[in-house]
T-cell receptor
Framework: AQKVTQAQTEISVVEKEDVTLDCVYE???????LFWYKQPPSGELVFLIR??????QNEISGRYSWNFQKSTSSFNFTITASQVVDSAVYFC?????????????FGSGTKLNVKP | DGGITQSPKYLFRKEGQNVTLSCEQN?????MYWYRQDPGQGLRLIYY???????QKGDIAEGYSVSREKKESFPLTVTSAQKNPTAFYLC??????????????FGSGTQLSVL
C-alpha cells in the first residue's frame, strides 16, 4: 500500500488563481514528520516545509500555506495567487523515525502548470 | 556555499557497461541516500548510508552498488545487471541524528540513459 498518496497527477491553473495540492499519508507511528518539496525543471528538490505529528497548527509562509489534519491523515498545500515561477513538480513526503535510520516515503508528485 | 554536487548531469550507458554516478557533499552530513525517479513516479530508495564504511540496501537495490569510503562521497554504480537503468538519479543527505527527522538536502540529479 502507498504510504503517501498524491492523487493529482497534474494541475493547470492560470496565473493569480489559488491552487491546493492534496497529500494523504498512512502510518502507524505516533511520531512522524511530513514534508513538502518542490522540484523545478532543474531537477533538484527544494525543501519547503516540515511538520511533526504533534503540531497540527496550520502554517503560512507568504503565498504558501499548509493544512495538516491528523483526523483525515492529510497534509495539503495551498498556493495563493499562483505565479508562473510556481510551475514545478511538488512532492509530499513522510518520514518515520526508527532505530536504524529515518526512512522517507515520497508521493508520486503533482505537476503544477501555471499559465500566464 | 555548502551543498551536494552530482556529476555528470547526463550519462549514457552502453549495453553491458557499468557506470558510476558521483555524489559529493560538503555539509558535514553523516547520512547519505540514493534515489531513483521515473516519470510520474515518486522517489524510490536504492541505497543509504548512515556513517562512513557502512551502507544498507533500500527498496530497489538490485543491479546497483555503492561505497562510502569518505564522509563526503557516496558514489553509485549502475551495473550491467540493472536491465532498466534509464531514470533520473538523485543523491541526498541529512545530518543523521537518530530519533529526529532531519530534512533531506538534494543534489541536482543525474539523468542516465541507455544507448
Amino acid at each position: 500500500a502507498q504510504k503517501v498518496t498524491q492523487a493529482q497527477t497534474e494541475i493547470s491553473v492560470v496565473e493569480k488563481e489559488d491552487v491546493t495540492l492534496d497529500c494523504v499519508y498512512e502510518t502507524r507511528d505516533t511520531t512522524y514528520y511530513l514534508f513538502w518539496y518542490k522540484q523545478p525543471p532543474s531537477g533538484e528538490l527544494v525543501f519547503l516545509i516540515r511538520r511533526n505529528s504533534f503540531d497540527e497548527q496550520n502554517e503560512i509562509s507568504g503565498r504558501y500555506s499548509w493544512n495538516f489534519q491528523k483526523s483525515t491523515s492529510s497534509f495539503n498545500f495551498t498556493i495563493t495567487a499562483s505565479q508562473v515561477v510556481d510551475s514545478a513538480v511538488y512532492f509530499c513526503a513522510l518520514s518515520e523515525s526508527s532505530y536504524n535510520f529515518n526512512k522517507f516515503y515520497f508521493g508520486s508528485g503533482t505537476k503544477l502548470n501555471v499559465k500566464p | 556555499d555548502g551543498g551536494i554536487t552530482q556529476s555528470p548531469k547526463y550519462l549514457f550507458r552502453k549495453e553491458g557497461q557499468n557506470v558510476t554516478l558521483s555524489c559529493e557533499q560538503n555539509l558535514n552530513h553523516d547520512a547519505m541516500y540514493w534515489y531513483r525517479q521515473d516519470p510520474g513516479q515518486g522517489l524510490r530508495l536504492i541505497y543509504y548510508s548512515q556513517i562512513v564504511n557502512d551502507f544498507q540496501k533500500g527498496d530497489i537495490a538490485e543491479g546497483y552498488s555503492v561505497s562510502r569510503e569518505k564522509k563526503e562521497s557516496f558514489p553509485l554504480t549502475v551495473t550491467s545487471a540493472q536491465k532498466n537503468p534509464t531514470a533520473f538519479y538523485l543523491c541526498a543527505s541529512h545530518k543523521g541524528a537518530r530519533g529526529l527527522s532531519e530534512k533531506l538536502f538534494f543534489g541536482s540529479g543525474t539523468q542516465l540513459s541507455v544507448l
